[in-house]
């Protein structure tokens, strides 16, 4: 399974951003999906996460204010993100799960809030 993320960049405090994975299979070929971040020195942690019959969980920090998406026919996931505060700053995995349990990332993507 290859994951291609984009839509990272340099966006103020209170902006938006809106991140994008495609997957090389089919997602119906996938368990879950979901975003994870990893800021400087700190563990890897899941963000958002979105399971095969569209049941989403959130980070409590990043709840009401980013969403999960998924677009089965373009093998795309997303994660819209808004008001984005310094603390969002970080690299932004999507990872996936298949139904045989092994699990993926992606490349990670750059988001950087700057105050």
């Known amino acids: 399974v290859q994951l291609q993320a984009s839509g990272g960049g340099l966006v103020q405090t209170g902006g938006s951003l809106r991140l994008s994975c495609t997957a090389s299979?089919?997602?119906?070929?996938?368990?879950?999906m979901g975003w994870y971040r990893q800021a400087p020195g700190q563990q890897r942690e899941m963000v958002a996460q979105?399971?095969?019959?569209?049941?989403?969980w959130y980070l409590d920090s990043v709840k009401d204010r980013f969403t999960i998406s998924r677009d089965n026919a373009n093998k795309t996931l997303y994660l819209q993100m808004n008001s984005l505060k310094s603390e969002d700053t970080a690299v932004y995995y999507c990872?996936?799960?298949?139904?045989?349990?092994?699990?993926?990332y992606g490349q990670g993507t750059q988001v950087t809030v700057s105050s």
């Open positions: 299979v089919s997602f119906f070929t996938l368990n879950e």
């Open positions: 979105i399971t095969g019959n569209g049941d989403t």
């Open positions: 990872g996936v799960e298949t139904m045989t349990a092994a699990f993926y």
